[in-house]
């Protein structure tokens, strides 16, 4: 049984987290760290082998820090923080990913693939009206993906924040005469919850760490 530990459990993504955890095969729902729960993380840290961290940008990173220290590994789905920051930090394993959904991480892998044939591309994020950075941080991976693959600069991100909206993304790619649109949605937040569960199992046997990205997890290539 892996013991798991939510940060953010109150949140939007926390709740559905802990509903998955609760019924996925071989994992134990162990802690609800919140501070809207009135639970410290560090006071649950001895109940969890992993944590999964979807909780605030400015937070991440220490909470991140108190669970290496603890021999805790992390799975981190907060977005719009310094990764970088825990390069070389020992104790246990870091993954993080800007977005679990399989959709979307295919999506990403297909317009890295054009952005190499095309000669232009600009992306479009659109997400609910309470994300509180921009642009995305999956619209940051995309244009980091593209501009690796294209040898040019990384694309324009356009960002847009409404009401109804979960997360939305579209990558438009344009040349002489064409183009071509490449469009994920996550209609809710189950779409989540496969990867995130995937990651709890595989973290404890990373080979690096920090790891960034849920294709690691997926394609061998
Ligand atoms: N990687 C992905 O696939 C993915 C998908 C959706 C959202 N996100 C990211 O997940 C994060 C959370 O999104 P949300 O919509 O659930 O936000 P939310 O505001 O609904 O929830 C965040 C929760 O974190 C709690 N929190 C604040 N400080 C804390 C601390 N020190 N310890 C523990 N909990 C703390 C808050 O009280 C709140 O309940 C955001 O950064 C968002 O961009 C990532």
Same mark, same amino acid.
């Given at each position: 049984?892996?013991?798991?530990? %939510?940060?953010?459990?109150?949140?939007?993504?926390?709740?559905?987290?802990?509903s998955? %955890?609760?019924?996925?095969?071989?994992?134990?729902?162990?802690?609800?760290?919140?501070?809207?729960?009135?639970?410290? =993380?560090?006071?649950?840290?001895?109940?969890?082998?992993?944590?999964?961290?979807?909780?605030? @940008?400015? %937070?991440?990173?220490?909470?991140? =820090?108190?669970?290496?220290?603890?021999?805790?590994?992390?799975?981190?789905?907060?977005?719009?923080?310094? +990764?970088?920051?825990?390069?070389?930090?020992?104790?246990?394993?870091?993954?993080?990913?800007?977005n679990?959904?399989?959709?979307?991480?295919?999506?990403?892998?297909?317009?890295?693939?054009?952005?190499? $044939?095309?000669?232009?591309?600009?992306?479009?994020?659109?997400? $609910?009206?309470?994300?509180?950075?921009? @642009?995305?941080?999956?619209?940051?991976?995309?244009?980091?993906?593209?501009?690796?693959?294209?040898?040019?600069?990384?694309?324009?991100?356009?960002?847009?924040? *409404?009401p109804?909206? +979960?997360? $939305?993304?579209?990558?438009? *790619?344009?040349?002489?005469?064409?183009?071509?649109?490449?469009?994920?949605?996550?209609?809710?937040?189950?779409?989540f919850m496969?990867?995130?569960?995937?990651? %709890?199992?595989?973290?404890?046997? =990373?080979?690096?760490?920090? *790891?960034?990205?849920?294709? $690691? *997890?997926l394609?061998?290539?």
């Amino acid at each position: 049984m892996i013991r798991v530990g %939510v940060a953010g459990a109150a949140g939007r993504m926390g709740v559905a987290v802990c509903s998955a %955890v609760d019924g996925a095969e071989g994992m134990e729902l162990t802690a609800r760290a919140d501070p809207v729960l009135g639970v410290e =993380l560090a006071s649950v840290l001895g109940d969890c082998d992993v944590v999964v961290d979807f909780t605030q @940008p400015d %937070v991440a990173l220490g909470n991140a =820090l108190a669970c290496l220290a603890a021999g805790v590994h992390v799975v981190i789905g907060t977005t719009g923080f310094d +990764v970088a920051a825990l390069e070389g930090v020992g104790g246990a394993n870091v993954f993080v990913a800007p977005n679990f959904a399989i959709g979307a991480v295919l999506m990403m892998r297909f317009a890295a693939q054009a952005a190499a $044939h095309m000669a232009a591309a600009e992306i479009i994020e659109l997400h $609910h009206d309470a994300k509180l950075d921009a @642009p995305s941080g999956t619209a940051s991976r995309t244009a980091e993906l593209m501009a690796a693959a294209s040898g040019r600069g990384a694309p324009v991100i356009h960002s847009v924040r *409404l009401p109804g909206l +979960v997360a $939305h993304q579209e990558v438009i *790619l344009g040349d002489i005469g064409q183009t071509l649109t490449i469009r994920h949605d996550s209609m809710t937040r189950e779409s989540f919850m496969p990867g995130v569960l995937l990651a %709890v199992r595989r973290v404890a046997a =990373l080979e690096r760490s920090p *790891l960034v990205g849920l294709e $690691h *997890l997926l394609f061998s290539d």
